[in-house]
């Protein structure tokens, strides 16, 4: 069974703050997602990762993906209120029938 | 149209209903999901079509019944549950199963009580 450990599990920050998420495993991953969910919705995709070393930018939210392709970070810089959410990345393997999902990150920005 | 539609929004049922969640894309998607995700925890796989058929079922007891009557739709059919199935189902879609590069798209969910 394939493991994704996110840290921290929560992070309460103030407007205007930077922040970092991380999503770690002993697996190789073909592509990692980080997905945003807000209460009661559904999570909602940010981003795709598939290339070691890869970085995607996505206005102020900074992803990259290591270069073994087993762990994967969110940067997210002058944090704003809206930002606020749990967020969620998920690995797959190609050709795996399955997506495995971290436990999350539970992100609170005060204004 | 780029939204995966999830019915009911809100469901409460006793425990010998019978009632189904329901699922709808228009994306062209080939994959189809069912998750459940309880409070504070990240969304857990139940069931995967592919191709109209079913090729995942993670070992969910027999009172979630899932049906894909075409590409489109997708069904979860509930009967005699308990009430340690309440939860947030979450229905999603993807281009093809295993294209991981894709993404998921997820539905806002059925917010499930059973009683």
């Known amino acids: 069974t394939q493991l994704l450990e996110q840290s921290p599990q929560f992070l309460s920050i103030q407007e205007g703050e930077n922040l970092t998420v991380y999503c770690n495993s002993s697996?190789?991953?073909?592509?990692l997602q980080w997905y945003r969910q807000e209460p009661g919705e559904g999570p909602v995709l940010l981003v795709t990762v598939v290339t070691g070393g890869e970085v995607k930018k996505l206005k102020r939210l900074t992803f990259q993906f290591g270069d073994a392709r087993k762990d994967s970070s969110l940067h997210i810089t002058a944090a704003q209120p809206g930002d606020t959410g749990l967020y969620l990345c998920a690995g797959g393997q190609g050709g795996s029938e399955k997506l495995v999902f971290g436990k999350g990150t539970k992100l609170t920005v005060n204004p | 149209d780029t939204e995966v539609t999830q019915t009911p929004k809100h469901l409460v049922m006793g425990m010998t209903n019978k009632k189904s969640l329901k699922c709808e894309q228009h994306m062209g998607h080939r994959a189809m999901y069912w998750y459940k995700q309880k409070a504070k925890k990240p969304p857990e796989l139940m069931f995967v079509?592919?191709?109209?058929?079913?090729?995942i079922n993670e070992s969910v007891p027999s009172r979630f019944s899932p049906e894909c009557p075409n590409s489109s739709l997708l069904n979860l059919h509930l009967h005699a549950l308990q009430p340690e199935d309440s939860a947030l189902y979450l229905c999603a879609s993807s281009l093809l199963q295993g294209a991981m590069g894709y993404g998921y798209t997820f539905g806002s969910g059925t917010r499930l009580t059973v009683v």
């Open positions: 079509y592919s191709y109209e058929k079913l090729s």
């Open positions: 697996s190789v991953f073909s592509s």
